[in-house]
């Protein structure tokens, strides 16, 4: 019977690793503490840029944020904007701490734009609002429809007002759905437009806009 030959493992020496270990540590001892030393004053100081630089700043920019939001409900859309010469407006807030004030400040910007009549500057503010409100996040997307309407831009303020009646499945995606059918008017395209109005009578009769959808509708129907 043929010998079987049994593979074996090289035989550890357990001593010698030590020793090389040993010998690494030695040899290389103070690039390792520099290198651990480093890691831990970058980590010092990341730490206290947050609590003493970071954090203060975003304390202070909410809180300048207050009276510009009291002049947003007042409807005072240029003070909440630009100031009132003491209190920062929204667009200085961002000038100065960017989003360090909150995503919102991008959205109320954006909306004193547009009332102001200020349809691009509207836009980019609306554009960079990156809230995670589903609701907010909708009227900062249908606010954009409006701008692009304002700009007699009906194409992209459809696809816009579409969006925002997408991005959020609730009683004021009529206004959205509503919007659109009457840019899509304004494009001549009638046949969509009723697509809208029949739309909101399906799924949202029970808003305003639902209240009173049935004489868009005849009057489309009645043009056909």
């Known amino acids: 019977m043929a010998n079987k030959i049994k593979n074996k493992e090289p035989e550890i020496n357990v001593g010698e690793a030590i020793v090389?270990?040993?010998h690494f540590f030695t040899k290389y001892k103070k690039a390792v503490i520099y290198?651990?030393?480093?890691?831990?004053?970058?980590?010092?100081?990341?730490?206290?840029?947050?609590?003493?630089?970071?954090?203060?700043q975003q304390n202070e920019a909410i809180n300048q944020t207050f009276v510009a939001e009291q002049y947003f409900r007042a409807n005072d859309f240029e003070k909440a904007l630009n100031g009132d010469?003491?209190?920062?407006?929204?667009?200085?807030?961002?000038?100065?701490?960017?989003?360090k004030s909150g995503e919102a400040v991008y959205f109320y910007a954006g909306v004193c734009q547009l009332q102001l009549?200020?349809?691009?500057?509207?836009?980019?503010?609306?554009e960079k609002y990156k809230g995670e409100d589903p609701i907010i996040t909708a009227r900062a997307i249908a606010c954009i429809g409006d701008a692009y309407v304002g700009l007699?831009?009906?194409?992209?303020?459809?696809?816009?007002?579409?969006?925002?009646a997408r991005?959020?499945?609730?009683?004021?995606?009529?206004?959205y759905l509503m919007k659109a059918g009457l840019a899509y008017e304004e494009t001549g395209d009638k046949e969509n437009a009723?697509?809208?109005?029949?739309?909101?009578?399906?799924?949202?009769?029970?808003?305003?806009e639902g209240f009173e959808i049935n004489k868009y509708i005849t009057r489309i129907k009645s043009t056909k």
């Open 117 to 126: 009549g200020n349809y691009n500057e509207a836009i980019e503010y609306l």
């Open 167 to 175: 991005t959020a499945d609730n009683i004021f995606a009529a206004s």
């Open 35 to 56: 290198t651990v030393g480093a890691i831990v004053v970058l980590f010092a100081i990341v730490l206290l840029y947050k609590q003493f630089v970071l954090v203060p």
């Open 152 to 164: 007699n831009d009906y194409n992209r303020a459809i696809t816009q007002f579409l969006q925002a």
């Open 194 to 208: 009723l697509k809208m109005y029949e739309e909101i009578q399906l799924k949202y009769p029970q808003s305003a």
């Open 20 to 22: 090389e270990t040993e």
């Open 85 to 99: 010469g003491n209190a920062l407006g929204f667009a200085q807030l961002i000038n100065e701490y960017g989003s």
